[in-house]
């Protein structure tokens, strides 16, 4: 198991920038897939973006393509989503999630059925 903890979620004008940081501990975190989703109020969990496990692959919902950016750091055991553009649809709690398997690329990694941890989610609010 690894424990999953996202910061960075803030209030910010549309246009505006955020970084969102989820820091792991626990199992061997650099071995998984990571991937961040959000919920909106009244919503379901969507995907947003996802990295493999080594960082060389990278996916993203169409809706943030262009706009956003997940890197992560293995030696920090840190997974970054850098966003930029903002606009009032991006407001919503935002999660990243572990893989359930070791070693999985990307393509996948796009349904929440595919994770086994989660962190409690940070919230990030656009204002227009």
């Known amino acids: 198991q690894v424990r999953l903890v996202e910061s960075g979620g803030t209030l910010v004008q549309a246009g505006g920038s955020l970084r969102l940081s989820c820091a792991a501990s626990?199992?061997?975190?650099?071995?998984?897939?990571v991937g961040w989703f959000r919920q909106a109020p009244g919503k379901e969990r969507e995907f947003v973006a996802v990295?493999?496990?080594?960082?060389?692959?990278?996916d993203y919902a169409d809706s943030v393509k262009g706009r956003f950016a997940i890197s992560r750091d293995n030696a920090k055991n840190t997974v970054y989503l850098q966003m930029n553009s903002l606009k009032p649809e991006d407001t919503a709690v935002y999660y990243c999630?572990?893989?359930?398997?070791?070693?999985?690329?990307?393509?996948?990694?796009?349904?929440?059925?595919?994770?086994?941890?989660w962190g409690q989610g940070t919230q990030v609010t656009v204002s227009s």
């Open positions: 990295i493999s496990w080594s960082g060389s692959s990278t």
């Open positions: 999630a572990a893989d359930r398997v070791p070693f999985r690329t990307v393509p996948g990694g796009t349904l929440p059925r595919e994770y086994g941890d």
């Open positions: 626990g199992r061997t975190f650099s071995a998984y897939r």
